[in-house]
């Protein structure tokens, strides 16, 4: 795998001694996870488990997942284990209170599946993604999952502005440089430039700026991206600190693995050579005005 120069530069700059061992992870096989439907009584795998997920699981290879009947009925989704952890995060800020909530940017569907299986009884979920034929994959896999409390809908992000406070919390898994999918996926190695990261982080604040009226005060925006670099995750949470009245909220966890941003600020990120997945950063929002 040949990595752009200047990826090497910053990424190097970031972390340090520690940038070998990230190549070189980079470089091993992709691990495969998945998530089992216990609401359709899927049965655990005897494989390990992933650590942050009482519902995810390792497999020693990946399989033809789409020859597989159990696949296409809903029994599992097949999902990236670091972006798992999100149900760390809705442990700690959900409680019984049913919720009103947006996954923004849901395809094709992952987090909006794990958000159906974890948020409490009664809730609504919008799953939400703004590219067409990638809203009829969201909705394809909506389906499979078999929860009844879900509105596929496609929409641009502006078009959530007008709704005051409607949501109790929001998941922006936002369009990224995509930096932490390296070695799923060439694609996103060849796209990679520095332009690009910044064209990346205006989208993002834009994205930010569009749905945050339509969150209730004391609501939280969930960010997250599958990219490495500060400017994209850090800077996007400070940028949202300082634009508009929220607060940073640390989730707490035992996984000494990820690596948590510099202090005050309170963000998670996963690094291939440190867990077992591959790139994530996730950081939590609390809006007080």
């Known amino acids: 795998m040949a990595l752009p120069i200047e990826f090497i530069t910053r990424t190097r700059a970031l972390l340090g001694e520690e940038y070998d061992k990230l190549e070189a992870a980079l470089q ?36 033809s997942f789409t020859f597989d009947p159990l696949f296409h009925a809903g029994a599992y989704y097949v999902q990236e284990a670091s972006s798992m952890f999100l149900q760390v995060v809705l442990e700690q800020i959900t409680g019984d209170t049913p919720l009103r909530v947006l996954d923004l940017c849901a395809a094709p569907g992952g987090k909006s599946t794990l958000l159906a299986s974890n948020l409490p009884k009664d809730s609504l979920l919008v799953s939400n993604e703004v590219i067409k034929s990638r809203a009829s994959i969201l909705k394809e896999n909506i389906i499979k999952w078999g929860y009844d409390h879900i509105v596929v809908t496609n929409s641009d ?81 400070n940028w949202i600190l300082t634009t508009f009245d929220a607060s940073s909220v640390e989730i707490r966890h035992n996984f000494t693995a990820i690596t948590p941003s510099p202090f005050p600020l309170h963000g998670y990120h996963f690094y291939p050579h440190k867990t077992s997945g591959e790139g994530l950063f996730m950081g939590v929002i609390q809006k007080n005005d």
């Open 28 to 63: 091993a096989d992709v691990p495969v996870s998945i998530r089992i439907n216990r609401n359709k009584g899927t049965k655990a795998p005897s494989t390990p488990q992933v650590c942050w997920s009482e519902t995810g699981y390792y497999l020693p290879e990946r399989l």
């Open 157 to 237: 992000p502006n078009r959530f502005t007008g709704l005051k406070g409607a949501f109790d919390m929001i998941l922006v898994d936002a369009p990224c440089s995509g930096e932490g999918m390296f070695r799923k996926d060439e694609k996103a190695i060849t796209e990679w430039s520095e332009n690009n990261l910044r064209l990346c982080e205006e989208r993002q604040r834009r994205i930010l700026s569009d749905v945050w009226d339509a969150l209730a005060p004391g609501g939280y925006l969930v960010y997250s991206t599958c990219t490495y670099n500060p400017g994209e995750n850090e800077d996007i949470l």
